[in-house]
Each structure stands twice: as structure tokens, then as C-alpha cells.
């Protein structure tokens, strides 16, 4: 088998897989935390999914936004990398980029600065996939 020659992202949804994954969602930061504080690696790519929140009433939203806050904190004392992707499964449940925006701001992040962020993590982490 040949390697492929596109840019691709090994992702997964369980915090075992941290070290072998570019990037794992995390599903439920509360019960994830002491977990992902153990495994987590400079470098590695952690997803919250809005999707998680759009169903929750806003006692629970408001929990969801400090999780990400306690998150975001988490990923700069590691060194690795966060991000917020909508979680869609069809084009009627996708999150618009000023959306995204409020909610990174909500967070207590600047969205300029984590979206150049990003670009540089996801540039990295590609250029170690991609052979040619």
C-alpha cells in the first residue's frame, strides 16, 4: 500500500487515543478532565463540539461555556491546541463563523488570534502527514 498524497487528520472521540490522534473531541469535559489532564501532549488538537450545546437548556449552556473556558486554559498550560468546530451533520445544523466568533469571545477568547492559531496548528500537523 502507498501512502496517500492529500492532507488528512487522524481523529478520534476517545481520550485513549490522545497520543496516536491529531485530534480528540471531547465529549464531556467534566467528566473527561482529570483524564485528558494526565494524557495530554503538546501538539495535540482537543474538539468541543457546539452541536453538544445547542440542545442544552441554559443552565447547562452556561456550564458548557465554562468547561471550554476550563479547557482553553488546559491546552495553553499544554501547549496543544483547541478547537470549537460545530459538530454539524447536515448543512441546517452548521454554525455560522461570526457565531463561532461570539462564542470564542463569550469564552474568553480573541477570535483573530485563535483562528491564526489554528492555521498555524492545522499547517503543522499536516505537513507531517502529507508525503510526496
Known amino acids: 500500500m502507498r501512502p496517500v498524497k492529500y492532507p488528512y487528520l487522524v481523529v478520534s472521540d476517545r481520550i485513549e487515543d490522545i497520543a496516536r490522534a491529531d485530534l480528540t473531541i471531547v465529549q464531556d469535559f467534566g467528566k473527561a478532565r482529570e483524564k485528558l489532564k494526565k494524557r495530554v501532549q503538546a501538539g495535540a488538537g482537543l474538539?468541543?463540539?457546539?452541536?453538544?450545546?445547542?440542545?442544552?437548556?441554559?443552565?447547562?449552556?452556561?456550564?458548557?461555556?465554562?468547561?471550554?473556558?476550563?479547557?482553553?486554559?488546559?491546552?495553553?498550560?499544554?501547549?496543544?491546541?483547541?478547537?470549537?468546530?460545530?459538530?454539524?451533520?447536515?448543512?441546517?445544523?452548521?454554525v455560522s463563523g461570526r457565531c463561532l466568533d461570539a462564542l470564542l469571545e463569550e469564552c474568553g477568547m480573541r477570535p483573530a488570534r485563535h483562528w491564526a492559531e489554528l492555521e498555524g496548528w492545522l499547517e503543522s500537523r499536516l505537513g507531517r502527514r502529507v508525503t510526496v
Open 47 to 94: 474538539e468541543v463540539q457546539v452541536s453538544q450545546a445547542r440542545a442544552m437548556d441554559g443552565k447547562a449552556a452556561a456550564k458548557w461555556i465554562a468547561q471550554v473556558q476550563e479547557l482553553y486554559r488546559l491546552c495553553k498550560l499544554a501547549r496543544c491546541q483547541l478547537v470549537i468546530s460545530s459538530g454539524a451533520t447536515s448543512p441546517s445544523s452548521m
